[in-house]
């Protein structure tokens, strides 16, 4: 029952899922500040997933399984993953051996759950998103284990508890050129998990028409847009566990802001890239520079 009670209110997604909308409003609010526009009310995020659950679910009539389970299997993948950060800050001792690379492969998922929903329903607008998607997780998914190397290699193991303990008391991972670089890959990578300018490719509205969610309504859209606000908390609070020694005071939610303004104003400020452009980032500029982190941090820098 304990168990339970985690995965659906604190940290689960009860928790997650209010955060998430308040980062997403965040964002929503930033950005309309930014284009001089007043924005939206705080529980407007709120008020968009509800008006979506009260609308009427239209499922292809090939594949309904996928094409109903797929925005599922993204959501619990987050879940998961923001149970497992909230119980290493609580109690770094209390995490599991390789627990870090458990989290990177479940914040896989969300892609791989799009992808799947976007071929499942036949469109070939949403077949041309999800194709995009998973084009563009192939490119920045190598980056992003590489920025990760940098803090498995200072502290000198794979568990989140360890990584956690050891910023506590040498100082965060940030602090070095090694970490600095990482962090910004991690940023930028950050970016294309999140779906969002510059990378927001796979469900360009100018372009493809909403792209892998065109066929979807209803619930299941309601399912995928709560996700996408959940990631918007999950994803940046992982770079802070990970780079920034975790969130443990005021200090510390600072550090999660600072990072989710980082990811609104790059947003806001860069025109969208082709998709051949973000593979040849990803595996060009990127790597280079993951490589060029792994060897400093080798060196102890």
């Not at 084009?135 to 290699?153: D, Q, T």
């Not at 989140?160 to 506590?168: H, S």
Request: charge should be positive.
């Amino acid at each position: 029952m304990r168990i339970l009670l985690d995965y659906l209110i604190f940290p689960g997604f009860l928790f997650t899922a209010v955060v998430g909308m308040f980062a997403c409003w965040i964002d929503r609010k930033v950005s309309a500040r930014v284009q001089w526009r007043v924005g939206p009310r705080m529980l407007q995020p709120f008020y968009d997933i509800v008006k979506l659950l009260n609308k009427e679910v239209i499922v292809p009539s090939e594949n309904r399984f996928v094409f109903l389970s797929a925005p599922l299997f993204g959501m619990a993948s987050v879940i998961i993953v923001s149970t497992m950060l909230w119980k290493t800050i609580i109690n770094p001792s209390a995490t599991f051996v390789g627990d870090m690379i458990v989290v990177v492969y479940l914040l896989t998922i969300p892609a791989i759950s799009a992808i799947m929903g976007g071929f499942a329903s036949k469109n070939p607008l949403s077949s041309l998103g999800a194709s995009r998607e998973m084009k563009l997780a192939l490119s920045y998914e190598l980056p992003f284990v590489m920025a990760l190397v940098v803090p498995i290699i200072k502290c000198g193991s794979v568990k989140l508890g360890d990584i956690v303990t050891f910023q506590i008391i040498h100082g965060t991972i940030l602090h070095s050129p090694s970490g600095i670089i990482a962090c910004a890959i991690a940023l930028l990578c950050t970016q294309a998990k999140l779906g969002v300018a510059p990378f927001d490719v796979a469900d360009a509205e100018t372009e493809i028409s909403s792209g892998i969610f065109m066929e979807y309504s209803g619930a299941p859209l309601a399912v995928f847009r709560l996700t996408k606000y959940m990631l918007f908390f999950t994803v940046p609070m992982f770079l802070v566990t990970i780079f920034m020694g975790g969130i443990y005071s005021l200090v510390g939610i600072l550090k999660y802001v600072v990072l989710l303004v980082l990811v609104i104003l790059i947003k806001n400020t860069n025109p969208r890239v082709r998709i051949d452009q973000a593979v040849k980032f990803f595996w060009g500029p990127m790597s280079i520079l993951g490589i060029l982190a792994i060897i400093l941090a080798l060196f102890g820098l």
